[in-house]
């Protein structure tokens, strides 16, 4: 009898950016993920570098949906608390996400633009629009 050494799991390659901009306080800001799911698009994004502790407020964020013009929010749950995360401790009415020196992936629901909508920009403040980003379906 012989044995054989098990094959390693393969690990995925990470997502690769669909566009990286410069943020706050020498940070840089990539877009990973612009995907709907029936009637919820989730935007993902990664945050690295920058000096020092800055806050990103949740409701400083939007979506614009380019075919309407529309500007969405992010989705909230029944007590009022954003679909985001990782969020900062503090007040509903008052959240963001608290970003370091390491790297950080957070992400952000928002309602779905219509189906003939290809593409929505990102705004999020201190960062470049993410202009005319394709929609994934």
Not at 4 to 19: C, E, G, K, N
Not at 67 to 92: C, E, H, I, N
Request: proline share 11%.
């Amino acid at each position: 009898r012989t044995d054989v050494a098990a094959s390693p799991t393969p690990v995925p390659a990470p997502q690769a950016a669909i566009r990286t901009e410069p943020g706050p306080q020498g940070s840089q800001v990539a877009l990973n993920k612009v995907a709907v799911t029936g009637d919820v698009m989730t935007v993902q994004l990664s945050y690295t570098g920058g000096t020092g502790s800055q806050y990103l407020k949740v409701d400083d964020i939007s979506v614009i949906d380019d075919a309407s013009a529309r500007q969405l929010g992010v989705l909230k749950d029944a007590s009022g608390k954003p679909l985001a995360a990782p969020l900062s401790s503090g007040s509903k009415d008052n959240l963001s996400f608290a970003l370091g020196r390491s790297p950080q992936i957070v992400w952000l629901k928002f309602p779905a633009p219509p189906a003939t909508s290809k593409t929505v920009s990102i705004n999020l403040p201190g960062v470049v629009p993410f202009d005319g980003v394709p929609v994934t379906r």
